[in-house]
C-alpha cells in the first residue's frame, strides 16, 4: 500500500504557479495516513513550469514528489488533468489517493475516478486505520451524521479532503528526490476550452485566512452586545466571525458565519463567546489549532473541543479579558 497526495497550483497574480493552501492540508494528511499504515508517502504537481513548485515538495518527508510537466496542463482542463493523472497512477501505482476538495478536484475527480471503475469519497472529515486499513469520515445531512466509509474495490482508491479537516502546520520535513513526468497529451485530447477561474464571490472578510478569530453565539443574547465582542476582538487582533443564529438574526453579516453552511476556519486560536457546539458549528472550525470557550453552560458541548474553558457569565469574564489583554500590551 502507497499514499499519493495530488496537490493544487493555480497562477498567482504575476502568472507564476503558486499553491492553493489546501494543497499542504492534504499533505499533511498523506504523511499521517502513511505513518499510521507504516507505508510510504508521494506527492504529485500538474502543471507548466512547475519546478520550484517541485523543489518546495522536496524538502518533504516523500518517498518520491512527482512534478507533471506539460504545455496543456498550463491552464486547467478536466480532460487533460483526467489523462495526465491516469498515466502517473498507471506508473506509480499508488493505493491511495487523496484531493484537497476545492472546486477544481470537484469538476475532474469524478470523471478520473469513473473512467478507472472506482468511486471517490468526497469531502472527508477525518480517518481512522482498522486492522490495517483506512477508514474514512464523511458528514451528513449538515454535519449532523458522521458516516465511516471504507473502499470494497482494489486500487487505486480516491478521497478529497474538507477544508481544515486535517492542519497544514502538520507537514513534516525532510527530503524527497523530485521526478519530472511527460504525460502524451495532444490538443485534440482535450474538449473544453480553458475559460477564467472560478472565484467565489469577493469578501469583505476572509476568516478562512485569519489567524485568531473571536467567534459569538446566542448567548451575547442581542445585537447590542456586539460591541463589546467586537473591543474583544480588536485587544487580541483577532476577527469577529459567529455562530449561523447570530447571523440569520442580522446582528452581524452572512460572511462572518462559520460552520457548514458558513465559512471553513483553521486559526491558531478560536475564542468561542456564548456559543453552545452545535455539530453544524464545530464543522466549520474544528480545525482550529487552539479552541478557548467561555460559556456560563458546564455541560455545553463546546468544552468537549475546547482545549481551554471559562465555565461563567461572558459579560463578566469578557471585560475583564479585554482589561487583562490590554494591560499585558
Request: aromatic fraction near 6%.
Amino acid at each position: 500500500m502507497s499514499i499519493l497526495a495530488v496537490l493544487e497550483q493555480r497562477p498567482s497574480p504575476e502568472g507564476k504557479p503558486a499553491w492553493n493552501r489546501m494543497s499542504w492540508e492534504t499533505l499533511a494528511a498523506a504523511q499521517q495516513m502513511a505513518r499510521e499504515l507504516n507505508q510510504p508517502a508521494s506527492a504529485a504537481v500538474l502543471g507548466a513550469g512547475i519546478v520550484e513548485l517541485g523543489g518546495e515538495l522536496a524538502s518533504r518527508q516523500l518517498e518520491k514528489v512527482y512534478g507533471v510537466e506539460h504545455e496543456l496542463l498550463r491552464d486547467y482542463t478536466p480532460d487533460a488533468y483526467s489523462s495526465a493523472l491516469r498515466q502517473l497512477l498507471d506508473q506509480v501505482k499508488p493505493s491511495l489517493v487523496l484531493f484537497p476538495h476545492t472546486y477544481q478536484v470537484r469538476d475532474f475527480l469524478p470523471k478520473l475516478a469513473t473512467s478507472l471503475g472506482r468511486v471517490a469519497v468526497s469531502d472527508v472529515v477525518a480517518h481512522r486505520v482498522d486492522q490495517g486499513e483506512v477508514v474514512l469520515v464523511r458528514q451528513l445531512f449538515q454535519g449532523k451524521v458522521n458516516a465511516d466509509v471504507r473502499f470494497a474495490t482494489g486500487a487505486p482508491n480516491f478521497a478529497s479532503l474538507q477544508a481544515g479537516a486535517y492542519r497544514a502546520d502538520r507537514v513534516t520535513a525532510g527530503a524527497a528526490p523530485v521526478e519530472l513526468v511527460a504525460p502524451a497529451l495532444t490538443p485534440s485530447d482535450i474538449r473544453t476550452q480553458p475559460q477564467d477561474l472560478f472565484r467565489e464571490s469577493q469578501r469583505a472578510v476572509d476568516l478562512s485566512a485569519a489567524e485568531l478569530i473571536v467567534s459569538v453565539g446566542r448567548g451575547i443574547k442581542e445585537a447590542d452586545n456586539i460591541p463589546l465582542l467586537q473591543k474583544l476582538a480588536d485587544a487580541l487582533g483577532a476577527e469577529l466571525a459567529a455562530s449561523r443564529p447570530i447571523c440569520d438574526a442580522g446582528w452581524l453579516p452572512m460572511e462572518r458565519q462559520v460552520g457548514s453552511s458558513g465559512q471553513t476556519v483553521a486559526p491558531k486560536m478560536y475564542l468561542a463567546v456564548g456559543i453552545s457546539g452545535a455539530i453544524q458549528h464545530l464543522v466549520g472550525m474544528k480545525g482550529s489549532r487552539v479552541v478557548v470557550a467561555i460559556n456560563k453552560d458546564a455541560n455545553a458541548p463546546i468544552f468537549e473541543v475546547a482545549d481551554y474553558g471559562i465555565v461563567g457569565d461572558l459579560f463578566q469574564v469578557v471585560p475583564e479579558l479585554i482589561e487583562a489583554i490590554q494591560k499585558s500590551k
